[in-house]
């Protein structure tokens, strides 16, 4: 296991610190910037190039962020740096560009985003950007077919677990991924207060974070529960 109690550290900005899309989009640089400026750590998510390297985007498709037909699994690395985030000056982003704007001043967690048959080499893809990091970086994802390749694939960097449920098959779910000894989890904050969270934190020790608190009612709920919020729509700092 790899160590990752340093996401307990600071508030982690739910794919940057934007604003909920006004101005400031979602998993922009833009957004990544305003993050490591306020000091917050920087969650955000990578879908896999068609020429196999990971980009920053959040969705499978193109029209809610980029208003256009077609998925970001056939958009290359070239065509990301033409395509605008939000009709904003943003371009879809690289994750090697994300790492070179962060630099190491916060810390980074990243979120594979998974589409069976059509992502292989994305765990590698991330694996590669990091090498040579010096920052504080880690990644996770719901997907199970890429939790299984974290060993493999991205040996030494933090690894975690994106969860959510309250029904048993859920959670027992969860519990049977326990084999490939992630590092961390993070958890739906509405679905907090059940028996795999407290285990995780309780018998193996590991942090627990949430996501993602919108409220202080939600950052209540994370705060008593678990280690740390995932948060967008308020600051923390002045909550």
Known sequence: ????DWLKDVPIAHRGLHDLNKTRWENTLSAFEAAASAGYAIECDVHLSADGKAIVFHD?????????????DEVTVEAARALRVGGTDDHVSTLVEALELIDGRVP??????????????????????LAGYA???????????????????????PAGLTAEGLRDADLEAHF??????????SYNVHHLDNRFVKFVRG????PVISW???????KATSDAYVDQITFEGFDPHAA
């Open 1 to 4: 296991m790899t160590s990752a």
């Open 60 to 72: 499978g498709t193109l029209d809610r962020l980029i208003g256009r037909q077609g998925n970001i």
């Open 108 to 129: 980074i967690v990243i979120e594979l985003k998974g589409i069976p048959g059509r992502d292989d080499g994305l765990v590698k893809a991330v694996a590669s950007d």
């Open 135 to 157: 920052g504080k970086a880690a990644i996770m994802s719901f997907d199970h077919h890429l939790i299984r390749l974290f060993d493999t694939d991205a040996p030494g960097i």
């Open 176 to 185: 049977s991924m326990l084999a490939h000894e992630f590092d961390f989890v």
């Open 203 to 206: 018998k193996l020790g590991l």
């Open 212 to 218: 993602t608190a919108r409220s202080l009612a939600d």
